[in-house]
């Protein structure tokens, strides 16, 4: 979700990224997470994208945390999104693994989508998801970088269990997967 809407973002808001997250802290050791923990994760990291993809966008402003929540506002969120919607048809999201840590998770994603621009084909993103639990709910978090980053410097064990991973684009082109720098046009 996150480079698909970074992308959306790029074009449709000047706050830079869709889903930003509070930060919250949490206690420096990672715990291990109850399975309950990362099936609830599991489901909010599909709930959020089903949400995505099915075009419920106010919806997912419900989805992000309270900081987020009052840097940017409902109407602002919904109408970026309505204006990238003819870029790019979402369809599927694989989700692997997923740690978490009191009230923060770290899920690995694969989503794939049919791009119609700037070229006509299929992508797909392979995404690290931050999530942060509030009031009992796990929210989106990932794209607000700087949060993340403070987060992870005040939680060092954290940190280097589980580092920041690079989002990866691909595109497929005669069956086979080829990736593309994020950011830059294809010519």
């Not at 074009?11 to 509070?22: E, R």
Request: hydrophobic residues 40%.
């Amino acid at each position: 979700m996150r480079s698909f809407l970074k992308v959306l973002m790029k074009n449709s808001l000047p706050i830079g990224s869709t889903f930003v997250f509070a930060l919250l802290l949490l206690s420096g050791t990672a715990a291990l997470a109850a399975p309950s923990d990362q099936s609830d994760v599991r489901a909010a990291v599909q709930h959020i994208f089903d949400e995505l993809k099915n075009g419920h966008y106010e919806a997912l402003y419900d989805s992000l945390p309270a900081s987020a929540r009052t840097r940017i506002s409902r109407e602002r969120l919904v109408q970026g999104l309505q204006r990238s919607q003819n870029a790019f048809q979402l369809q599927r999201i694989e989700i692997g693994s997923v740690s978490v840590s009191g009230n923060l998770a770290v899920v690995d994603t694969t989503m794939f989508a049919h791009i119609a621009k700037p070229f006509d084909g299929d992508g797909k993103l392979v995404v690290q998801q931050y999530l942060i639990r509030e009031d009992g709910k796990w929210k989106v978090a990932t794209g607000d970088t700087e949060t993340i980053n403070r987060f992870l410097k005040s939680n060092p064990g954290f940190a280097r269990r589980f580092p920041i991973k690079k989002p990866r684009a691909l595109i497929n082109q005669n069956g086979k997967w080829i990736e593309i720098p994020l950011g830059q046009r294809r010519s």
